[in-house]
């Protein structure tokens, strides 16, 4: 059975407090009986929280199954992070409109992902549109499906589609602009 994961990824959140707000964050769903609060070898590779008993809320619809299944944990993740998604469609200036990666132009990709590397070793991500010539942040292009670049995520692996009005919950606790990438291995 191949593996499905949801993210919410928090673009905005600077490394110096990625911690307490994802910790803050799992506070408040273990209170919510979202997830459980003792962390377990649920997710791949790692501890995680299982399902709590009111898991359902956070869902667009619940799933008997979830909480039988080996891989069902939450995640809290902090440290520079790339939140994927499987494969990019499209990367979109947001300035100009103009489509900068194509998933039909390989080289469209290989053109724009030394802005990626860059970020994921330290610098700005800052890159100037090849269209427009305006400079754009790494979190800034529209991506398609959504990739988020930043210093904390959620994770929930096999877990119904979030609910929006869930996200939106979580965004507004931590106050900042979140993406959510998905996909399946």
């Known amino acids: 059975m191949s593996e499905w994961f949801e993210t919410i990824a928090d673009i905005e959140a600077t490394p110096e407090e990625a911690d307490q707000l994802g910790a803050e964050v799992l506070s408040w769903l273990v209170e919510q009986g979202i997830v459980a609060a003792e962390p377990t070898l649920c997710i791949l590779g790692d501890h995680g929280h299982r399902p709590g008993p009111d898991y359902a809320a956070a869902t667009v619809e619940p799933c008997d199954d979830l909480p039988g299944l080996a891989t069902n944990g ?29 998933d039909q132009d390989r ?53 119904p589609m979030l609910d929006p ?21």
């Open 107 to 159: 080289d469209s990709w290989s053109d724009f992902s030394p802005v990626v590397d860059e970020w994921c070793m330290g610098g700005t991500g800052v890159r100037a549109c090849g269209h427009c010539g305006e400079p754009v942040g790494i979190n800034e292009w529209r991506w398609s499906p959504p990739w988020g670049f930043g210093y904390l995520g959620f994770e929930f692996w096999n877990w």
């Open 74 to 102: 939450f995640r809290v993740v902090t440290g520079q992070s790339v939140f994927y998604s499987m494969g990019v469609d499209q990367v979109v200036c947001p300035r100009c409109e103009a489509v900068v990666v194509d």
């Open 165 to 185: 009005g869930f996200v939106a919950a979580v965004s507004n606790r931590l106050g900042h602009r979140t993406v959510q990438p998905s996909g399946k291995l």
